[in-house]
C-alpha cells in the first residue's frame, strides 16, 4: 500500500513538472520586472532573467526555478532583505544580488532562507550585512557563492557570511566569503557538510556554538583574526582543513572550548598566533596534523580531560606549549606512537621511527608563562635559557611535567593541501581585475573630457594665430 501511494505521488510530481512553464525576464521580452514574472508564474515553472538592473526586494512564496542570464543585477532596497525564500524546493542560480537594510536584530541579508530543499548556487552577494541566512532552514544545497560584505562598516557592525540557526542537513560548499564579520556563524545547528570554503579577511572564520555532528571538510580559514572558534558542541569533525595565519589579540588558528568527542585530522594549523587552544574540553583527538611556525603551538588548560594528541608534526613553532594549571589527563601519545617535534633531539637504536627516550614539553618556567604569558619576552633570554639547562641536569623546582612519552623520529605523512588555497587566489585576481576596470574607466571618463578641451583649446589657438 505504501508502495501504490508512493507510486501515485511520484506520476503527480512528474505530471507538475509537465505543466511547468517558462517565463522570460528582460527588456526584450514580456516581463520586465523580477516581480511581475512571480506574480503569474505557477508552483514549478522556471523563470529567466536576462541581463540589467532590477530594483526592489524579492519575496519567493511559491516553488520556483529562477535563473540569471549574463548576470543580472538585483538591488536590494534599504530594508530588509534583497531576496527572502519562503517556499520551499526553489533555485536560485547565477545573479549579482546587493542591497537590503542594517539591521542585525532583523536578519536583513542577501538572502534569507525561511524554508527548506532550496539550492542557492553561482550567486555574487556584495554589499550586503549578512550574505546568505539560514533560519531554521533545512536540507539546502548553498554553493560556489561570492560573498563580500560591507568593509565600510565597522565589524561589529557587520553581519556574518553565512549565518546558519537551527538548521540542519545543508550542504555547503565552494563558497568564497570576505568582509563581513564572521565568515559562517553556527548555532543551533546539527548534521550540515561544511566543504572547500574559502574564508578570509574576517574575524572569525568560524564562530560556532551550540551544534554538534557536523563536519568540515577542505576549507580554508586564512587572514583573520581567529581562524575558527568552536564552543559548547560534540562530535564535531574537521579534516583536511587549513587554518592559516590568524592573528591579532587573542588570535588562534583553532579553539575548542567545551567540547567533547571532538576529531581533527589531517590539518594545517600555520602560522597563527596560538595554534591550537583547549579549554574544558573531553575525550577529543588531534591527529595526524601539521602544526607549524605558530608563535605557540598549543594552549591547555587544566580543564581539558583526555584529550588525546598523536601524530601530528610539530614544525617551527616558537614555544610548543603554555598550560594554564596542570592539565593531568591529556596525553600526546597513543597505542606507543607520539608526535613529531623539530626541537626534540633523541635516538631510536632499535630503528622503529619511535624514540627510545620521552620528550619533555614543559620547563622551570611553566607555571608562571600559563598565569603571565607577557613573561615570554624574559624566557628568550640567554639567563633564562641558562636556568632552564641548569633544570634540567639538576632540577630543584617541584613543577607538573608533561611529557611525550613516545616521541616520533620521522615526520608524519600529511596529504598536500595547497590545492585548496587555488579557488582563494582566483577570486582574489578576479577581484582585482574588476578593481583595476573600475578605476580604469573611471580614470576614463575624467581623462577623455579633459583631452578633447585640450585639443580643442589647441586648435583655436591656432586659429586665433592665423587670424
Not at 519562503?86 to 524554508?115: H, M, P, R, W, Y
Not at 563558497?175 to 570554503?197: A, C, H, P, W
Not at 641558562?386 to 616521541?407: C, G, L, Q, R
Not at 577570486?427 to 578641451?453: D, Q, W, Y
Request: hydrophobic share 40%; net charge positive.
Amino acid at each position: 500500500m505504501k508502495k501504490f501511494f508512493g507510486h501515485i505521488l511520484l506520476v503527480l510530481f512528474a505530471l507538475n513538472l509537465l505543466n511547468a512553464e517558462v517565463l522570460k525576464v528582460g527588456k526584450a521580452y514580456d516581463f520586465k520586472t523580477i516581480k511581475d514574472a512571480l506574480a503569474v508564474a505557477k508552483p514549478r515553472d522556471t523563470i529567466y532573467v536576462y541581463p540589467g538592473e532590477y530594483y526592489g526586494n524579492i519575496f519567493i512564496d511559491k516553488p520556483i526555478v529562477l535563473i540569471g542570464v549574463g548576470r543580472p543585477w538585483i538591488k536590494g532596497e534599504s530594508w530588509g532583505s534583497a531576496i527572502t525564500v519562503l517556499a520551499d524546493s526553489c533555485v536560485i542560480n547565477g545573479f549579482k544580488i546587493t542591497g537590503g537594510g542594517n539591521l542585525l536584530q532583523k536578519e536583513d541579508s542577501g538572502i534569507l532562507l525561511k524554508s527548506s530543499f532550496n539550492t542557492i548556487e553561482n550567486n555574487l552577494l556584495e554589499d550586503v550585512l549578512f550574505g546568505i541566512y539560514f533560519f531554521a532552514s533545512n536540507n539546502n544545497v548553498v554553493r560556489h557563492n561570492t560573498i563580500i560584505g560591507r568593509p565600510y562598516l565597522g565589524l561589529g557592525e557587520r553581519g556574518s557570511g553565512l549565518h546558519i540557526w537551527n538548521s540542519r542537513g545543508n550542504l555547503v560548499e565552494e563558497n568564497f566569503i570576505t568582509k563581513v564579520r564572521d565568515g559562517m556563524y553556527i548555532q543551533e545547528s546539527i548534521n550540515n557538510l561544511i566543504k572547500r570554503n574559502y574564508a578570509t579577511n574576517l574575524r572569525y572564520g568560524i564562530h560556532y556554538m551550540f551544534s554538534d555532528s557536523n563536519s568540515f571538510e577542505e576549507n580554508v580559514f586564512i587572514d583573520n583574526v581567529v581562524g575558527g572558534a568552536v564552543m559548547y558542541s560534540r562530535h564535531i569533525y574537521f579534516k583536511r582543513n587549513i587554518f592559516a595565519r590568524n592573528r591579532g589579540f587573542s588570535s588562534y588558528g583553532l579553539l575548542l572550548q567545551s567540547c567533547d568527542y571532538c576529531v581533527a585530522e589531517e590539518n594545517y594549523i600555520l602560522d597563527n598566533s596560538i595554534g591550537l587552544h583547549f579549554e574544558g574540553t573531553n575525550y577529543n583527538i588531534i591527529r595526524r596534523n601539521l602544526i607549524q611556525n605558530n608563535d605557540l603551538a598549543i594552549a591547555l588548560f587544566a580543564s581539558a580531560n583526555y584529550d588525546k594528541i598523536y601524530e601530528n608534526n610539530f614544525i617551527g613553532n616558537l614555544v610548543l606549549i603554555r598550560t594554564i594549571g596542570n592539565p593531568k589527563t591529556v596525553s600526546f601519545s597513543y597505542q606507543g606512537k607520539g608526535n613529531y617535534w623539530s626541537d626534540f633531539i633523541g635516538y631510536d637504536l632499535d630503528d622503529d621511527d619511535v624514540s627510545d627516550v620521552k620528550f619533555k614539553l614543559t620547563n622551570v618556567f611553566e607555571d608562571i608563562r600559563g598565569k603571565y604569558p607577557i613573561i615570554q619576552l624574559y624566557l628568550s633570554s640567554p639567563s633564562a635559557k641558562a636556568i632552564e639547562i641548569t633544570e634540567k641536569a639538576m632540577p630543584i623546582v617541584k613543577s607538573f611535567k608533561i611529557y611525550d612519552e613516545h616521541p616520533l623520529m620521522r615526520k608524519v605523512e600529511i596529504p598536500d593541501l595547497s590545492y585548496l588555497v587555488k579557488r582563494g587566489e582566483s577570486e582574489k585576481m578576479e577581484n582585482k581585475r574588476v578593481a583595476f576596470v573600475g578605476v580604469s574607466f573611471v580614470f576614463l571618463c575624467t581623462f577623455i573630457p579633459l583631452l578633447i578641451v585640450f585639443f580643442r583649446t589647441k586648435r583655436l589657438e591656432r586659429r586665433y594665430a592665423i587670424g
